[in-house]
């Protein structure tokens, strides 16, 4: 079988393509890459893992295939977040990481996400180079001899240093002074242990549900998405919390909601915190979204006289903006968010703590500071939908794809932006995106408009300019 990597790695069902031998293949082609990039004998990777079936078992192998190869691996003790990882690569200086993650895939998946040494995830081009080497290592793989009692690896507790790093960029003081409580969904995921813990060290009080290994994730997609997060609602409601707070799987997603159960869309928190970081921390740069994210990022960087930057899909090209210290904030709509100064990869679980801070320092609800925010620039309506990818419409999606049409729906097309799959913008500022998904065999159609109404009517425009 061919192994692809798309948007965040390597993904596949567990004991159909997910299996003990091609974990060795990848393993042993990103031991290549990387000895050809220059990485010397004894060099330190990280290795973690997410809560799925059998993630601590394709881990070991996986440090035992490393030490085969000359570098020495410091394993995670436990199911760890993906910004956490991030985060080890640049204090433990590793040369980079393999998370075994399917972050909020259903849970008959798992993944290998490879992370290079600036802690952000492998790019295209290096993907592709552990492609052709995964693909030239078919049938030449040797049985794994001699390391069962392997020494070349270590166990490690990750957790001290990243929460240390995370009191450095959140205002902990001014969450426990606007006193109380929060409600956390980790989602059976990585989360548990590691944002409730930071909120309890500090004193916050804090209801973790969901608070156990679950590898069925309760049975769906460990996704923070408005529709998992029904118990959280039911916890805000009756405790009567300042927010309630999720992330996904692998802790790199999240979900927030009001504390009257609203859930704040990603694209809407993205929007809202760089507003509050631009004004609280008095910090210059530009903010960064991916295409299919809310034009309402590019309202507020206007307003502020900020840049905007647009990128493809995938966190790892905000995450070089990042790098390159440009940015106070980069978002997704997906859920994906990180900031000045921080890692190169998203970390939802300081989205939600930052979104604590944000209702502490201003005294206003989240629903309250959007609907300030949306007297400033005025609103937004932003949404999408998937089409299942069948053989036909794979067939047919390159010819759609490179079209550009004079009108969709009877709406004139202004531009056509190919950043990412293909972005059409009409005269009166909304805009629709088709775009085959990195994870998923799906074709996403994004869309925005300033009315929920034409919103529907402009993603159902957009599906049926798909399947015509």
Same mark, same amino acid.
């Given at each position: 079988?061919?192994?692809?990597?798309?948007?965040?790695?390597?993904?596949?069902?567990?004991? %159909?393509?997910?299996?003990?031998?091609?974990?060795?293949?990848?393993?042993?082609?990103?031991?290549?890459?990387?000895?050809?990039?220059?990485?010397? @004998?004894?060099?330190?990777?990280?290795?973690?893992?997410?809560?799925?079936?059998?993630? *601590?078992?394709?881990?070991?192998?996986?440090?035992?295939?490393?030490?085969?190869?000359?570098?020495?691996?410091?394993?995670?003790?436990?199911?760890?977040?993906? #910004?956490?990882?991030?985060? /080890?690569?640049?204090?433990?200086? /590793?040369?980079?990481?393999?998370?075994?993650?399917?972050?909020?895939?259903?849970?008959?998946?798992?993944?290998?996400?490879?992370?290079?040494?600036?802690?952000? =995830?492998?790019?295209?081009?290096?993907?592709?180079?552990?492609? +052709?080497?995964?693909?030239?290592? %078919?049938?030449?793989?040797? #049985?794994?001899?001699?390391?069962?009692?392997?020494?070349?690896?270590?166990?490690?507790?990750?957790? #001290?240093?990243?929460?240390?790093?995370?009191?450095?960029?959140?205002?902990?003081?001014?969450?426990?002074?606007?006193?109380?409580?929060?409600?956390?969904? =980790?989602?059976?995921?990585? $989360?548990?242990?590691?944002?409730?813990?930071?909120?309890?060290? !500090?004193?916050?009080?804090?209801?973790?549900?969901?608070?156990?290994?679950?590898?069925?994730?309760?049975?769906?997609? =460990?996704?923070?998405?408005?529709?998992?997060?029904? *118990?959280?609602?039911?916890?805000?409601?009756?405790?009567?919390?300042?927010?309630?707070?999720?992330?996904? $799987?692998?802790?790199?997603?999240?979900?927030?909601?009001?504390?009257?159960?609203?859930?704040?869309?990603?694209?809407?928190?993205?929007?809202?915190?760089?507003?509050?970081?631009?004004?609280?921390?008095?910090?210059?740069?530009?903010?960064?979204?991916?295409?299919?994210?809310? !034009?309402?990022?590019?309202?507020? /960087?206007?307003?502020?006289?900020? =840049?905007?930057?647009?990128?493809?899909?995938?966190?790892?090209?905000?995450?070089?903006?990042?790098?390159?210290?440009?940015?106070?904030?980069?978002?997704?709509?997906?859920?994906?968010?990180?900031?000045?100064?921080?890692?190169?990869?998203?970390?939802?679980?300081?989205?939600?703590?930052?979104?604590?801070?944000?209702?502490?320092?201003?005294?206003? $609800?989240?629903?309250?500071?959007?609907?300030?925010?949306?007297?400033?620039?005025?609103?937004?309506?932003?949404?999408?939908?998937?089409?299942?990818?069948?053989? %036909?419409?794979?067939?047919?999606?390159?010819?759609?794809?490179? &079209?550009? #049409?004079?009108?969709?729906?009877?709406?004139?097309?202004?531009?056509?932006? &190919?950043?990412?799959?293909?972005?059409?913008?009409?005269? @009166?500022?909304?805009?629709?995106?088709?775009?085959?998904?990195?994870?998923?065999?799906?074709?996403?159609?994004?869309?925005?408009?300033?009315?929920?109404?034409?919103? +529907?009517?402009?993603? %159902?425009?957009?599906?049926?300019?798909?399947?015509?």
């Amino acid at each position: 079988m061919a192994i692809r990597f798309g948007t965040s790695g390597w993904r596949s069902i567990i004991a %159909e393509d997910f299996t003990y031998a091609n974990v060795r293949r990848v393993t042993r082609a990103i031991s290549q890459y990387l000895q050809s990039a220059g990485a010397g @004998d004894g060099s330190t990777l990280i290795v973690g893992y997410d809560t799925r079936f059998m993630g *601590e078992q394709f881990a070991d192998l996986c440090v035992k295939e490393l030490a085969v190869s000359g570098f020495q691996a410091l394993l995670c003790d436990r199911p760890t977040p993906t #910004p956490t990882i991030s985060h /080890a690569i640049r204090s433990r200086k /590793a040369v980079g990481a393999i998370n075994f993650t399917a972050s909020h895939n259903p849970p008959e998946y798992n993944g290998m996400k490879f992370s290079t040494a600036d802690g952000a =995830p492998a790019l295209p081009e290096v993907t592709k180079q552990v492609e +052709e080497l995964i693909k030239a290592s %078919e049938g030449q793989l040797e #049985p794994v001899k001699g390391v069962g009692g392997n020494t070349n690896y270590e166990s490690y507790d990750p957790l #001290p240093t990243y929460i240390a790093d995370l009191e450095s960029k959140v205002r902990f003081d001014l969450i426990a002074k606007a006193g109380g409580s929060y409600a956390f969904d =980790p989602l059976w995921g990585t $989360g548990r242990g590691y944002l409730d813990y930071a909120l309890r060290k !500090h004193q916050i009080e804090v209801e973790t549900i969901h608070d156990w290994r679950d590898v069925l994730f309760g049975g769906r997609s =460990p996704e923070p998405g408005e529709d998992h997060l029904d *118990e959280l609602r039911e916890v805000v409601k009756k405790n009567k919390c300042m927010l309630g707070l999720a992330t996904d $799987g692998d802790g790199d997603r999240f979900g927030v909601l009001d504390a009257d159960g609203t859930f704040i869309t990603p694209n809407t928190l993205i929007a809202l915190l760089f507003d509050y970081l631009a004004e609280s921390r008095g910090w210059t740069g530009g903010v960064a979204r991916s295409v299919a994210t809310s !034009h309402l990022v590019d309202r507020v /960087a206007e307003s502020r006289g900020l =840049p905007l930057y647009e990128t493809p899909v995938g966190f790892k090209f905000i995450g070089e903006l990042i790098n390159e210290d440009k940015l106070i904030l980069g978002g997704e709509e997906s859920a994906g968010l990180s900031i000045r100064g921080h890692y190169p990869e998203k970390d939802g679980i300081i989205a939600c703590l930052l979104a604590a801070e944000a209702v502490a320092a201003r005294g206003a $609800g989240l629903s309250e500071q959007l609907e300030g925010l949306y007297a400033r620039v005025g609103r937004l309506e932003n949404g999408r939908i998937g089409v299942r990818l069948t053989p %036909e419409i794979a067939a047919a999606l390159p010819e759609k794809l490179a &079209r550009e #049409p004079e009108n969709i729906g009877g709406r004139h097309v202004e531009s056509v932006n &190919r950043v990412d799959g293909v972005k059409f913008t009409f005269a @009166d500022g909304s805009w629709l995106l088709l775009r085959p998904s990195g994870t998923e065999p799906l074709v996403r159609i994004y869309a925005e408009s300033e009315s929920k109404n034409d919103l +529907e009517v402009l993603l %159902e425009q957009g599906r049926k300019y798909l399947l015509d």
